[in-house]
């Protein structure tokens, strides 16, 4: 049976399974392995297939899989050393917190309950084991059944951590796709300090000196939703040597500036160094070689997608 293109699928295991047409990307495995950080952020624009590279790194990992034939006639087979010593050997939890879009802090809070419970629900054999202690299955059933406290939640991916380490004796691998949707929710919803300071006790319990941890890898939602929004806002407070400078961007003239050391929420306006640190983060672009520090587009790709952002900027301004 010929091969078809699976458009807008994120399932690695189910594009190769499927026999569907596959970029080789496998090869990020060897590239994440080698670079021996402890967090790996992920930023890139919409649509480069950034949560399909974190579905494959849980296949490749995890440890309740058997995912040699997945893998087999890939790059990174030819790695038999990598293979070897890497494949299906991590105990992996993995978690999107896209879908986090809530009107009001509370119903935000039920939404990231749920989505724990489904996380320990998959892990559910480690509370029917033997060897979690009979506190530790006690906190892990309060998750699991979706009965926590908000403070117990925040600290519901470093305790699994635990529980995985107890049972495997292995550190874990924690992929957290779109980990700041919630916070790009809240900002636009009007309960942003809420959520940011839940956000950071989520976050800061499993991926600050957690010693059960083997690697975590981050993937962020600024740029595929919320972020449009943001960079439109700071374009329509910049002067006209801001937009001056965007139509030149366009063209292919790379831009002049100054990276911003700290960019937070909610985002202030002071020099277009704003505007253009925030589209490198974001991945748009990337440094030019040139002798001060440049940056220009990416590819054609982004080009082409942020040419549209930019031609309804400057219409709305009319």
Not at 145 to 163: D, Q, V, W
Not at 246 to 252: D, R
Not at 256 to 267: K, N
Request: one cysteine or more; proline letters at 2%.
């Amino acid at each position: 049976m010929k091969k078809q293109i699976l458009i807008g699928a994120d399932s690695f295991e189910k594009i190769i399974g499927g026999n569907y047409f596959y970029v080789d990307k496998t090869l990020f495995i060897k590239e994440l392995l080698e670079n021996r950080g402890e967090v790996t952020l992920i930023t890139r624009p919409r649509r480069f297939g950034k949560t399909l590279n974190m579905s494959m790194l849980e296949c490749f990992f995890d440890i309740n899989r058997d995912s040699k034939a997945l893998f087999d006639r890939l790059k990174i087979m030819e790695h038999k050393d990598i293979v070897e010593k890497h494949l299906n050997k991590y105990p992996v939890i993995s978690l999107t917190l896209k879908n986090v879009e809530e009107d009001t802090y509370k119903n935000a809070i039920e939404n990231i309950r749920d989505l724990i419970s489904s996380v320990y629900r998959q892990n559910r054999y480690l509370y029917e084991s033997d060897r979690l202690d009979e506190q530790q299955k006690e906190i892990f059933y309060t998750l699991l059944s979706g009965k926590s406290t908000e403070s117990r939640l925040k600290s519901a991916l470093k305790f699994l951590t635990e529980c995985l380490y107890t049972y495997h004796k292995e550190r874990v691998i924690v992929l957290l796709d779109e980990y700041d949707a919630p916070i790009t929710n809240a900002l636009m919803k009007g309960y942003y300090d809420k959520m940011i300071s839940f956000m950071r006790g989520f976050m800061g319990s499993v991926f600050k000196t957690n010693k059960y941890l083997k690697h975590k890898e981050l993937d962020n939602y600024w740029v595929n939703t919320g972020s449009v929004r943001e960079l439109q806002d700071v374009f329509y407070k910049g002067d006209a040597a801001l937009k001056n400078e965007l139509a030149g961007l366009l063209t292919g003239a790379p831009v002049m500036m100054r990276l911003e050391d700290e960019i937070t929420y909610p985002i202030k306006y002071v020099r277009s160094n704003t505007f253009w640190t925030m589209l490198l983060n974001a991945g748009y672009l990337r440094a030019s070689k040139i002798d001060r520090f440049g940056a220009e587009l990416v590819n054609m790709e982004v080009k082409s997608i942020f040419s549209r952002y930019a031609e309804e900027w400057f219409g709305e301004q009319h």
